[in-house]
């Protein structure tokens, strides 16, 4: 797959729903997400790979928007924070941060969230430390972290609950 | 983001045509995790992206009957640590990749990529070298393997050729009643780059070392095989003698500089106690 212009035709999937979309090579898959489709949830930090506020999951694997090409998505399976919701019901990680109060500024909260819900996949049952090794990943300048680890412990183990 | 194109090859035939067309502004394109941002902060001059992830032997990890270990040169880092037998048999390759970036990078980083980025503090690369490993080569002039330890030529360049590009690399079987162990001093707990970094492989006959191999990384403009250290053990047991003599010999090769991450003299020390560690930790996993 090649092409001689700058713009470039995508078909990948988005949390579920086939997508269509005309985006730039150069573009990064935040990029893409944020300026051509309007799902403006995956943030921008650092935009190196250092703070995973862009964190989405790509094919069942957690990543840095910022470090995928918005053209090695086409095929894909692309899952972002707009899809984490059940609706109106907030996913157990979303009602375990707003109890918990695992946010000030926000901004890095949806990077949490979805990096929280791959371990949790991986891991149903996760003890602190291996919270926060899987989480450095993820950086906070508000809430330092306790209040974050806290809310996943809470949700992995309402979730477990729920099984 | 400069203006880059963006090809996704099938096979390695087309990726080295994909490259010799694209000339000197064509890159391969595994993880992205090192070679996106360069793009992005234009520290290298790139055009064309080659996506090389489609070409099914690139993402590949494969036991060989004889206990060998190829592992695709695209293959995520996950894929390796996360690996039963890897862990198992190669521990020092699943600790190194264990810790670079965090699991988001580690996703989509690769051996491949982190071995052609050339980083003298690269994490996997000294592993990748005590275990032997040899670099597959594809390009205009055809294939041939490069051994990991002579593959990078200085702080961010290695020996490929225009046009040339890592398809996998190959690790032999480590010999019977062998140890192995990495390790790195880092001053946080994890996602930062190595003060230092060492790694070890020994093989014994009876309690006598028949084979040894040291590698270090951020110590010097490349990552560094360390003879030295592998001769003051060879033919002997290890004794607290001969393993002070191991790590007296990894400081006389180091020559680190000082910079942000630590001094000459912090890194120094560092090199003869992450090669104490190694060799412990190896020696304990070679009796187990």
Same mark, same amino acid.
């Given at each position: 797959?090649?092409?001689?212009?700058?713009?470039?035709?995508?078909?990948?999937?988005?949390?579920? *729903?086939?997508? $269509?979309?005309?985006?730039? &090579?150069?573009?990064? %898959?935040? +990029? @893409?997400?944020?300026?051509?489709?309007?799902? /403006?949830?995956?943030?921008?930090?650092?935009?190196?790979?250092?703070?995973?506020?862009?964190?989405?999951?790509?094919?069942?694997?957690?990543?840095?928007?910022?470090?995928?090409?918005?053209?090695?998505?086409?095929?894909?399976?692309?899952?972002?924070?707009?899809?984490?919701? *059940?609706?109106? $019901?907030?996913?157990?990680? &979303?009602?375990?941060? %707003?109890? +918990? @109060?695992?946010?000030?500024?926000?901004?890095? /909260?949806?990077?949490?969230?979805?990096?929280?819900?791959?371990?949790?996949?991986?891991?149903?049952?996760?003890?602190?430390?291996?919270?926060?090794?899987?989480?450095?990943?993820?950086?906070?300048?508000?809430?330092?972290?306790?209040?974050?680890?806290?809310?996943?412990?809470?949700?992995?183990?309402?979730?477990?609950?729920?099984? | 983001?400069?203006?880059?194109?963006?090809?996704?090859?099938?096979?390695?035939?087309?990726?080295?045509?994909?490259?010799?067309?694209?000339?000197?502004?064509?890159?391969?394109?595994?993880?992205?995790?090192?070679?996106?941002?360069?793009?992005?902060?234009?520290?290298?001059?790139?055009?064309?992206?080659?996506?090389?992830?489609?070409?099914?032997?690139?993402?590949?990890?494969?036991?060989?009957?004889?206990?060998?270990?190829?592992?695709?040169?695209?293959?995520?880092?996950?894929?390796?640590?996360?690996?039963?037998?890897?862990?198992?048999?190669?521990?020092?390759?699943?600790?190194?990749?264990?810790?670079?970036?965090?699991?988001?990078?580690?996703?989509?980083?690769?051996?491949?990529?982190?071995?052609?980025?050339?980083?003298?503090?690269?994490?996997?690369?000294?592993?990748?070298?005590?275990?032997?490993?040899?670099?597959?080569?594809?390009?205009?002039?055809?294939?041939?393997?490069?051994?990991?330890?002579?593959?990078?030529?200085?702080?961010?360049?290695?020996?490929?050729?225009?046009?040339?590009?890592?398809?996998?690399?190959?690790?032999?079987?480590?010999?019977?009643?062998?140890?192995?162990?990495?390790?790195?001093?880092?001053?946080?707990?994890?996602?930062?780059?190595?003060?230092?970094?060492?790694?070890?492989?020994?093989?014994?006959?009876?309690?006598?070392?028949?084979?040894?191999?040291?590698?270090?990384?951020?110590?010097?403009?490349?990552?560094?095989?360390?003879?030295?250290?592998?001769?003051?053990?060879?033919?002997?047991?290890?004794?607290?003698?001969?393993?002070?003599?191991?790590?007296?010999?990894?400081?006389?090769?180091?020559?680190?500089?000082?910079?942000?991450?630590?001094?000459?003299?912090?890194?120094?020390?560092?090199?003869?106690?992450?090669?104490?560690?190694?060799?412990?930790?190896?020696?304990?996993?070679?009796?187990?």
């Amino acid at each position: 797959m090649t092409t001689t212009d700058d713009a470039i035709l995508i078909r990948t999937t988005i949390n579920g *729903d086939p997508v $269509t979309f005309l985006s730039s &090579q150069r573009d990064s %898959l935040l +990029e @893409a997400l944020r300026e051509r489709l309007n799902m /403006t949830g995956a943030k921008e930090g650092c935009n190196n790979g250092n703070c995973g506020a862009c964190s989405v999951m790509l094919d069942g694997r957690l990543v840095n928007s910022c470090l995928v090409l918005a053209a090695e998505v086409e095929g894909a399976h692309v899952d972002t924070i707009e899809g984490m919701a *059940d609706g109106e $019901t907030l996913h157990p990680l &979303q009602q375990a941060f %707003l109890e +918990e @109060a695992a946010l000030q500024c926000g901004i890095c /909260t949806p990077g949490f969230l979805m990096s929280s819900r791959a371990l949790l996949a991986e891991n149903p049952t996760p003890t602190e430390e291996e919270v926060r090794f899987w989480l450095a990943g993820n950086l906070c300048r508000c809430t330092g972290y306790d209040k974050i680890v806290r809310a996943v412990l809470k949700a992995a183990g309402e979730m477990n609950e729920a099984r | 983001m400069q203006a880059v194109k963006y090809a996704r090859a099938s096979s390695v035939d087309e990726a080295v045509t994909l490259l010799r067309d694209g000339g000197d502004t064509a890159r391969v394109l595994a993880g992205g995790t090192d070679v996106i941002v360069q793009a992005r902060e234009r520290r290298r001059h790139i055009e064309l992206f080659v996506d090389i992830k489609h070409i099914p032997e690139l993402t590949s990890l494969t036991h060989e009957g004889d206990g060998g270990l190829t592992v695709g040169a695209a293959t995520p880092l996950y894929r390796i640590y996360g690996d039963t037998e890897v862990v198992r048999r190669f521990p020092a390759l699943a600790e190194s990749t264990h810790v670079i970036g965090g699991k988001a990078v580690q996703g989509r980083a690769s051996l491949g990529g982190n071995l052609a980025n050339a980083s003298p503090a690269a994490d996997s690369i000294p592993a990748m070298i005590v275990l032997a490993g040899v670099a597959r080569v594809a390009g205009p002039g055809g294939a041939r393997e490069v051994p990991v330890a002579e593959f990078c030529s200085g702080p961010g360049r290695n020996v490929l050729q225009p046009g040339e590009f890592i398809t996998s690399i190959h690790f032999p079987p480590p010999a019977a009643g062998s140890g192995q162990a990495w390790e790195r001093f880092i001053p946080r707990n994890e996602m930062d780059i190595a003060v230092v970094n060492a790694a070890t492989y020994l093989a014994f006959d009876g309690d006598v070392v028949t084979e040894a191999r040291f590698a270090l990384g951020a110590v010097a403009a490349t990552p560094l095989s360390v003879p030295a250290a592998a001769a003051a053990v060879i033919g002997r047991r290890l004794t607290d003698e001969t393993i002070a003599a191991a790590a007296e010999a990894a400081r006389q090769t180091a020559t680190p500089i000082s910079d942000m991450r630590g001094t000459v003299r912090q890194r120094k020390h560092l090199v003869g106690v992450l090669t104490e560690h190694v060799i412990r930790r190896a020696v304990e996993r070679a009796r187990a």
